[in-house]
T-cell receptor, first 119, second 115 residues
């Protein structure tokens, strides 16, 4: 079974600054994907960024980037130039796949980190 | 393009009753998954359906069941409700068989309160 751990229950950052959210995971699977999801007060879960485990290059989406350390099973999210709209709960998530790359929709989530961006 | 629609948004039920929640995926999406979100347990996987077949199931009692229709719409049912079933129930849809192949889109959830 896989587990996902987010050790920071809450984080805060000033607008325009950079913040890093931590995530570690444990799995015996060799093929998997990692995700960061954002859940604002509206409760809508939104995909922020995705990393395929077989890719060594860290994923980047505009102001969001990850530091994927496969050997250490670490997957942190860096948010640059933080904006007020980034205030939300952030979840790190894992999904395993079979050898053919097919997964079965079973996301394992961390406990979440509440991020507050202050003006 | 319409997003994932969950109905109802809010629901209050009494212990012992049963409840049915509905999820309409994005048009063309064939995979639908359900998650339970509580402050104590966080987000937990319930089950996933693809082309009307349950492909994966989480560790929930048999009181939790689901199904998917030919139009990919899905329902989940909870029978004999307990206070601990109070939660936000989230539905997610994706185009193919899993999130690794395509992005999963979540609905806004159904807030179930059991009294």
């Amino acid at each position: 079974a896989q587990t996902v751990t987010q050790s920071q229950p809450e984080m805060s950052v000033q607008e325009a600054e950079t913040v890093t959210l931590s995530c570690t995971y444990d799995t015996s699977e060799s093929n998997y994907y990692l995700f960061w999801y954002k859940q604002p007060p509206s409760r809508q879960m939104i995909l922020v960024i995705r990393q395929e485990a077989y890719k060594q290059q860290n994923a980047t989406e505009n102001r969001f980037s990850v530091n994927f350390q496969k050997a250490a099973k670490s997957f942190s999210l860096k948010i640059s130039d933080s904006q007020l709209g980034d205030t939300a709960m952030y979840f790190c998530a894992f999904i395993g796949t079979n050898a053919g790359g097919t997964s079965y929709g079973k996301l394992t989530f961390g406990q979440g980190t509440i991020l507050t961006v202050h003006p | 393009k319409a997003g994932v629609t969950q109905t109802p948004r809010y629901l209050i039920k009494t212990r012992g009753q049963q409840v049915t929640l509905s999820c309409s995926p994005i048009s063309g999406h064939r995979s639908v998954s359900w998650y339970q979100q509580t402050p104590g347990q966080g987000l937990q996987f319930l089950f996933e359906y693809f082309s009307e077949t349950q492909r994966n199931k989480g560790n929930f009692p048999g009181r939790f069941s689901g199904r998917q229709f030919s139009n990919s719409r899905s329902e989940m049912n909870v029978s004999t409700l307990e206070l601990g079933d109070s939660a936000l129930y989230l539905c997610a849809s994706s185009l193919t068989t899993g999130f690794g192949h395509s992005e999963a889109f979540f609905g806004q959830g159904t807030r179930l309160t059991v009294v």
